[in-house]
């Protein structure tokens, strides 16, 4: 079988090409996990597949609690969205720990 006509991304089941012996073979981008992608898929449809790329990081945002255990996140953004069973896109947003130590904690009132 042949994708020359068509590629597909993600799992697609009707994406597919006659093949060999009355089966059929895949030109989906999920074909490449199950083992039955057409002879001709990597040369036809990979070259046609886009990955994802990403931004740079933004800054940390402050600590979510202003005395004792809180957490500060940051993201970044997608600027090419993948395409056509390219590689997906990365962790957008990260988390870590903080401890907030703000000025008038401890402080009785």
């Known amino acids: 079988g042949s994708c020359r ?3 597909c991304p993600g799992r697609n089941n009707a994406c597919w090409a006659p093949g060999a012996r ?4 895949y030109c989906d981008s999920y074909c490449q996990r199950t083992g039955d992608c057409c002879q001709d898929y990597l040369a036809t449809c990979r070259r046609a597949a886009v990955g ?13 609690s202003p005395c004792g255990v809180g957490s500060r996140a940051r993201s970044r953004q997608v600027t090419v ?18 401890l ?3 000025p008038t904690c401890g402080t009785a009132k």
């Not at 994802?52 to 979510?64: E, K, L, R």
């Open 5 to 7: 006509h068509r590629c």
């Open 22 to 25: 009355r089966g059929h073979c």
């Open 52 to 64: 994802c790329a990403v931004g740079p990081w933004g800054p940390w945002s402050g600590c979510s």
């Open 81 to 98: 969205p993948p395409r056509h069973g390219g590689d997906p896109c990365p962790d957008l947003k990260q988390r870590r720990g903080c």
């Open 100 to 102: 907030g130590q703000h």
